[in-house]
């Protein structure tokens, strides 16, 4: 049984920063795509950024461009996802996804596997 499980969420003031951790088990994590959402109340969710099986990286410019990184530890089949200069707009679920492809993709149906999501509040 695959499972996606993030930490590192919780809240945070404006201007600080936050490290996410996606836990995966059950899947070949070496060959899979990761990629991370957010979604906050009354809004569609919408993608921050994917790193593909091979290190290849992907961010979404208008929310995440200066300010986040995506990253991988295949020994610990884990994702990573560190944002700086945080601010009241962040707040939201972020989730993270696996896709068995291993191709970065910015669409969330391109992803096969997600995790139950982490609660990011910034307060102002």
């Known amino acids: 049984q695959v499972q996606l499980v993030e930490s590192g969420g919780g809240l945070v003031q404006a201007g600080g920063s936050l490290r996410l951790s996606c836990a995966a088990s059950?899947?070949?994590?070496?060959?899979?795509?990761m990629g991370w959402f957010r979604q906050a109340p009354g809004k569609e969710r919408e993608f921050l950024a994917a790193?593909?099986?091979?290190?290849?990286?992907?961010l979404d410019q208008d929310s995440m461009k200066a300010r986040a990184t995506i990253s991988r530890d295949n020994a610990k089949n884990t994702a990573y996802l560190e944002i700086d200069s945080l601010k009241p707009e962040d707040t939201a679920v972020y989730y993270c996804a696996a896709n068995s492809r291993g191709l970065v993709y910015a669409i969330s149906s391109e992803y096969n596997y997600w995790g139950q999501g982490t609660q990011v509040t910034v307060s102002s």
């Open positions: 059950g899947l070949t994590f070496s060959t899979c795509a």
């Open positions: 790193i593909s099986w091979t290190g290849t990286t992907t």
